[in-house]
């Protein structure tokens, strides 16, 4: 019996045999290194533990890595093969751990330049990860002769290694170009592959250079596929530096002369690369999707995988263009392997038409259950981007999604499902309603207190605007009744909003809200007899403020200035206009897990950072230079960049403007192209539009060859708004010195000085208003109006071009204000559009925007601004028309 148990017990598997190891006691198993004569199976077994330890990411002290260095040093007297090999490994991986590890080197290129075949390779890493510039000239012969070794082993560890001292001597390995051009004719696969990295890691900062690589070993029949795919990818790369037109190049006809390739890997390498270039049309695409069609039908999985993987991707950005696999790709539906069947099914929905929609559901539906979660999310992803392309399916879509929730599953599958619901509500009005009410249906049992929250949040905001808000309520009551103390203060949360927005919920909301009072969390309870406090008083505008729309500001810029306030008392009052806005796009909940990527690669989100916005990180960025520490006020708004020059141009400069209240801040981003040239005092000589006042200019001291520098102008808004947009001219200016290309060092001291014409920077309204988000824009409209914000109306007519949607596109990006309850979508169809804006003006002056436009001849709008500053509404009208 005894015997038989030992049996199972062995069957079962023993686990890690190292998994309990302890540092201290491998240290002193250690010293058996010293022995003589050396013990090399023990020897081995030890060596194995060490190196156990170290990839685990157990970190040994300098004088523990010195010590076990200098004890294995001692193991080069044994002739085991098994045991060298296993020190080499424990050089390179103490070599940046121990003192003195040069020592090692005299034995290290004797065995790299002996007769031993099995010793050299492995040697010649240790050795590499050891050297430093000085040793390396020391070995430079032996290395140039690994490189042309005939056994392949030898040459490709030479080649690899030569890689990575590029990081450290790359001055020095460019002198073996030779050997490598000569290892690139090796019959071995592998080196023939590794010797073309060399090649081209050599060479990459030299276009002219690579170029001519790519056309000497175009003509060349290279045996290495894998050298042949990494050709693919230089030239690639190649055609994406030289944008425009590639279609007709030489270089594009090497990638689809790929096509035909005797290997698999090529071929299939060649069609990746095709249908992943920028702007490809469905001419350059056909010969690249006829290729993974026929891979659709190999008996190979792993082929028909990575075929219907990039169709699923190629039919994101064009589906016409798979249409002619349909056919194949129904074909693999039934495939044995789940994951080929997911994405070929998902890869259907993008390209099939709305009547084959219901067909395919029911495919998925009769093994989705079958599949792993990660799988089942590109199912959802998919369902996600139909509901888009066939908004009257949605129905059919959302029953479907219903039931996946109903399922069981993770937290990210969930979360995707939810997503996509919520997405689907925002995006389709009419899908509003169903969606809520799977969403409640779902909540009732939902294990997740993240996604209890989030739909929550989306109740409360969506809810209000139903036909019926009271069928939400009891969802909502559930929750505090019966879940945890995160999930009930945000259920009262939501209560509040139906109390809010709706008169006559508001005395049954009010009842609740004081039922939660008693509740046993201070959260809960506080947030209670703050909402029934604030509702008590039948005041809309106080609702509005804090219970609708809520805080503005960015909390934890709000966090820092209290901070700052306490540390400094003062007898003035804190003003919330001295904290910078939040975002208006909100970043995702924080308590969301979702990431996935569209190519049906499922990413592992890590631990939530807290966002910062362009904003906050512009303005640590700001202070950083010590001119600029004691502009006045925060920083209230950053711009996109604005590029001044052309890409391909010598100096290419990028301006960005950074607005404060009474300052604007123009960052001049500067890199200079040209290896054979130093720029000193680099600035920008600003010819200000009227009204504007120069206080400040930074220059930047140096500009080597590839490197960016920053140069800055602060400019003082004129007291007239109406002269606050303009436009200024632009110079840059600088001191040249010519210098050696190589080491970048100025062949004199003294320069010349030189300009180069920018374009003009404008100034424009978008610069000077901040988006906000106005959840319920039709309250804060009324009440924008009871509370004699300053009026002003305008009829104007717009370009006859433009189409509806345009006009809506251009209306934003010129008065940069927040699109409210989704009006920056025009209906299709519709020959006239009411959009909603909301933002700040620079001084903390609310506006308000009612476009109505409508399209006869051309497109007609009546403008009408609702602001705290009668002076900001002129402005904004003004300059509209």
Known sequence: MAFKRDKKEEEEGGGNPFQNLEKTSVLQEARTFNDTPVNPRKCTHILTKILYLLNQGEQLG?????????????????????LRRMVYLGIKELSSLAEDVIIVTSSLTKD???????????????????????????IERYMKQAIVDRNPAVSSAALVSSLHLTKVAGEVVKRWVNEAQEAVNSDSIMVQYHALGVLYHIRKSDRLAVTKLVAKLGRMSLKSPFAVCMLIRIVCKLLEEEGGEWADSPLFEFVESCLRHKSETVVYEAAHAIVNMKNTTQRELAPAVSVLQLFCSSPKPTLRFAAVRTLNKVAMSHPTAVTACNLDLENLITDTNR??????????????????????????????????????IVVVQAIRALCFKFPRKHSVLMNFLSTMLRDEGGLEYKASIADTVITIIEENPDAKETGLAHLCEFIEDCEHTSLAVRVLHLLGKEGPLTKQPSRYIRFI????????????????????????????????????????????????????TYYHSILERSDKPLANHFIVDTLQVSVPSLEKALHQYTLNPSAIPFDMKSVPLASAVPTEDPNAVIKIATDGIITTPGPKVPVLSREESNAEKLLSVPQLANLPGPLFHSSD???????????VVRCFKHTFPQHLVLQFECLNTLSDQLLENVRVQLEPSAGFEIVKEISCPHLQYGETGNTYVVLKFPD?????????????????????????????????????????????????????????FGAAWEEAGDVGYSELEDMYSLASTLTLEEAVSNVIAFLGMQPAERTDKVPSGKSSHTLFLAGVFRGGHEVLVRAKLALADGVTMQLTVRSTDEQVAQLITSTVG
């Open 62 to 82: 300098l004088t523990e890595a010195t010590e076990v260095f200098f004890a294995m040093t001692k193991l080069f007297q044994s002739k085991d093969v098994v």
């Open 339 to 376: 994951s080929i069947a997911t994405l070929a099914i998902t890869t259907l929905l993008k390209t099939g038409a709305e009547s084959s929609v219901d067909r395919l559901m029911k495919q998925i539906a009769s093994f989705v259950c079958e599949i792993s979660d990660e799988f089942k």
């Open 112 to 138: 790299m330049t002996g007769r031993e075949d099995l010793y050299r390779a492995a040697a010649i890493r240790a050795l590499c990860s050891i050297t430093d510039v000085t040793m390396l000239q020391a």
């Open 477 to 528: 009551y559930n929750r505090v009744i019966l879940e945890n103390a995160v999930v009930r203060a945000a259920a009262v949360s939501a209560m509040a909003q139906f109390g809010a927005a709706c008169p006559d919920l508001l005395p049954n909301v009010q009842v609740l809200l004081a039922r939660c009072q008693m509740d046993s969390d201070d959260e809960v309870r506080d947030r209670a």
């Open 641 to 651: 960049s604005v590029q001044l020059t052309e890409s391909e141009t010598e100096y």
């Open 720 to 776: 007239a708004l109406d002269a606050t947009i303009g436009t200024c001219g632009a110079t840059l200016k600088f001191i040249v010195k010519d210098c050696d290309p190589n080491t970048g060092l100025p062949d004199c001291e003294e320069g010349y000085d030189d300009e180069y014409m920018l374009e003009d920077v404008e100034i424009s309204l978008s610069d000077q208003i901040r988006k906000v988000v106005k959840v319920n």
